[in-house]
Antibody
């Protein structure tokens, strides 16, 4: 059974950092690209960042709103994807989801999400 | 970035109704358009990928069509469990989502 489980969310002050983890099982993690997406309270879905598979040279992409503040990475030996978030802003408050994809960004499995609240 | 505009953003319907939601892309995206359903407080669920392909396990009352810039999601006979928000998403380039369409009773 494919599973993705996010962790690491919580309450953090503006300007601080937080690292999210996406622990996966039930599929060949190394064959998939991974993305982080988010949903602010009462708002729609927003793509945040993607990392390619090794075959894709682990290509990195970021939304303009998080570029130079967030960093996505992966550890294929542990089947985990990470999102390192720094210089957090109040507008980063959202539920953060991880999801997998292959050739096209078709998100067929999602984690349950982890809430990040940026507030003083 | 490719912008996606959904319409309507909200609609009221009854059980048994045929419901159609449209998604318009700011430029051509071939057939690289996906649809998701999200119920309140739940995780998004993939319904349709690449415009018209039904994801495994999704009821056949859901269908999708379109290419280029104009796409539709159709629910042939609305069921009680279909009341939710629906999002389109393009996978032609850096992914973007539509603003969502809320289907309510």
């Amino acid at each position: 059974e494919v599973q993705l489980v996010e962790s690491g969310g919580g309450l953090v002050q503006p300007g601080r950092s937080l690292r999210l983890s996406c622990t996966t099982s039930g599929f060949s993690f190394g064959d998939y690209c991974m993305s982080w997406l988010r949903q602010a309270p009462g708002k729609g879905l927003e793509w945040v960042a993607s990392i390619g598979s090794k075959a894709d040279n682990e290509r990195l992409e970021y939304a303009a709103s998080v570029k130079d503040r967030f960093f996505i990475s992966r550890d294929d030996s542990k089947n985990i994807a990470y999102l390192q978030m720094s210089t957090l802003k109040t507008e980063d408050t959202a539920v953060y989801y991880c999801s997998r994809w292959r050739i096209q960004t078709v998100y067929d499995y999602w984690g349950q999400g982890t809430l990040v609240t940026v507030s003083s | 970035d490719i912008q996606l505009t959904q319409s309507p953003t909200s609609l009221s319907a009854s059980v048994g109704d045929r419901v159609t939601i449209t998604c318009r892309a700011s430029r051509g995206i071939s057939v690289y358009l996906n649809w998701y359903q999200q119920k309140s407080g739940r995780v998004p669920k993939l319904l349709i990928y690449e415009s018209s392909n039904l994801q495994s396990g999704v009821p056949s009352r859901f269908s999708g069509s379109g290419s280029g810039t104009d796409f539709t999601l159709t629910i042939s006979s609305l069921q009680p469990e279909d009341f939710a928000t629906y999002y389109c998403q393009q996978s032609y380039s850096t992914p973007t989502f539509g603003q969502g369409s809320n289907v309510e009773i």
